[in-house]
């Protein structure tokens, strides 16, 4: 079982540059999240959804977008990528009631941009 | 807004010892959950333990444990006989019980690292 699968694991982009985060979940959750990473603010919530063709922003939206198509993935488009988005970032998936409820995470995706 | 807070950026444990984390939020709800998540230095964020907010009994998951003020809104983890590979990471996370789009947003503390001397 392969839970949340990124990719890819380390980017450097220079500054200008799109790209898109990849994440796909074989749990058949409904709901899939974009967090970023950065020192002493812990994880902070960007797009979540919660279910194919639902999507919404969270806590720092600006600067990215996410569509879901299907209830495996959930990209992350950086749009125009600047140093301020130079981060770790990590996609989560989980189910609403019942048992495990917790999220599941990737590996997360070390970003650099210069 | 829910908020989260972690006070204890740092913390130091001898091997065999035991040490608490301390969480506590801000929420006006009264159903939700809270976890501990344990990052290592491999990035992989991994569950340590839940506490449902309507459950009085106090979480254990084997050495882990926390201790649940639901009224001072205080959410610790002890570790006890810590081990090395418990260093790591640790943050502290909140997600409201309401049913929707609560279900897919979680709330993170600043997290508290976690050092286990030999």
């Known amino acids: 079982n392969a839970g949340v699968t990124q990719t890819p694991k380390f980017q450097v982009l220079k500054t200008g540059q799109s790209m898109t985060l990849q994440c796909a979940q074989d749990?058949?959750?409904?709901?899939m999240s974009w967090y970023r990473q950065d020192p002493g603010m812990g994880l902070r919530l960007i797009h979540y959804s919660v279910g194919a063709g639902i999507t919404d922003q969270g806590e720092v939206p600006n600067g990215y977008n996410v569509s879901r198509s299907t209830t495996e993935d959930f990209p992350l488009r950086l749009l125009s990528a600047a140093p301020s988005q130079t981060s770790v970032y990590f996609c989560a998936s989980s189910k609403g009631t019942g048992a495990r409820t917790e999220a599941f995470f990737g590996q997360g995706t070390r970003l650099t941009v210069v | 807004a829910q908020t989260v807070t972690q006070s204890q950026p740092e913390m130091s444990v001898q091997e065999a010892e035991t040490v608490t984390l301390s969480c506590t939020y801000d929420t006006s709800e009264s159903d939700y959950y809270l976890f501990w998540y344990k990052q290592p230095p491999s990035r992989q964020m991994i569950l340590v333990i839940r506490?449902?907010?309507?459950?009085?009994q106090n979480a254990t998951e084997n050495r882990f444990s926390v201790n649940f003020q639901k009224a001072a809104k205080s959410f610790s983890l002890k570790i006890s006989d810590s081990q090395l590979g418990d260093a790591a990471m640790y943050f502290c996370a909140y997600r409201l019980n309401a049913g929707g789009t609560s279900y897919g947003k979680l709330t993170f503390g600043q997290g508290t690292i976690l050092t286990v001397h030999p």
């Open positions: 749990m058949n959750h409904e709901y």
């Open positions: 506490q449902e907010a309507y459950k009085q």
